[in-house]
């Protein structure tokens, strides 16, 4: 299985890593995109962009290995993402090149514009990704799509059991609550993935939506 991984900046990720990580130690191949490098921070003052950008660009290399996943940074600028067709073509072409069974992506009403777009963009490449004379060889198989839940939108809910790997997602988490002094403690992060877990009947778990769940193959 191939699953891809469409966020916009790098620390979006948090959310899905325990989920990446699983499929990373089963074997499956799993990728991580950034539309961005996140080059806006405001935690970084007055460093030029370009250092910001770098520094970030390692943190994103620095999770991935954590994670055991590939990773790319596409070229579109921090805060300046639209969800238009020259992003939508970009990851369109990644994703004929990776050939994702499934993308995990971020929900489509959050409320950072970058957000929104990002989830447009991956709607678009979903589409654009079959057409030939847009990526070369298409990907025309099925792919699920994935993203971040919301309690306002009306779409199915998909539990993973992410407890094999809570220990990636905790360092996951602490790396960049560490560096960006963030004031959340590990615990409460524990807190809500247990609360997750509870839904679900496992120790500790990610959620998603998508508006096409796998069938059950019996009656859970």
Do not use: N
């Not at 994670?67 to 369109?92: K, S």
């Not at 069974?101 to 654009?128: G, M, N, Y």
Request: net charge negative; glycine share 6%.
């Amino acid at each position: 299985m191939k699953v891809l991984a469409v966020f916009a900046h790098p620390d979006d990720e948090i959310g899905a890593a325990g989920t990446l990580a699983l499929h990373a130690r089963r074997g499956d191949r799993v990728m991580l995109v950034w539309m961005t490098r996140g080059e806006l921070a405001s935690q970084f003052g007055e460093m030029p962009e370009p250092e910001v950008a770098q520094v970030r660009e390692e943190h994103g290399a620095h999770v991935a290995r954590l994670l055991g996943a590939e990773y790319r940074f596409l070229p579109f600028r921090d805060a300046l993402l639209t969800g238009g067709r020259e992003e939508a073509l970009a990851l369109a072409r990644l994703m004929a090149e990776f050939r994702p069974d499934a993308v995990i992506t971020w929900d489509p009403l959050d409320v950072h514009p970058d957000h929104r777009a990002t989830h447009e963009a991956v709607l678009s490449a979903l589409k654009f990704c079959r057409i030939p004379k847009l990526v070369g060889e298409a990907h025309r198989a099925p792919v699920r799509l994935y993203h971040y839940p919301r309690k306002d939108l009306a779409r199915p809910w998909v539990y993973v059991d992410t407890t094999a790997t809570q220990e990636v997602a905790e360092a996951v988490f602490a790396f960049y609550r560490d560096f960006y002094r963030w004031p959340v403690s590990l615990e409460e992060f524990r807190a809500r993935r247990r609360l997750l877990g509870r839904e679900a009947g496992v120790p500790f778990a990610e959620a998603f939506q998508t508006d096409s769940p796998p069938a059950w193959p019996h009656l859970p």
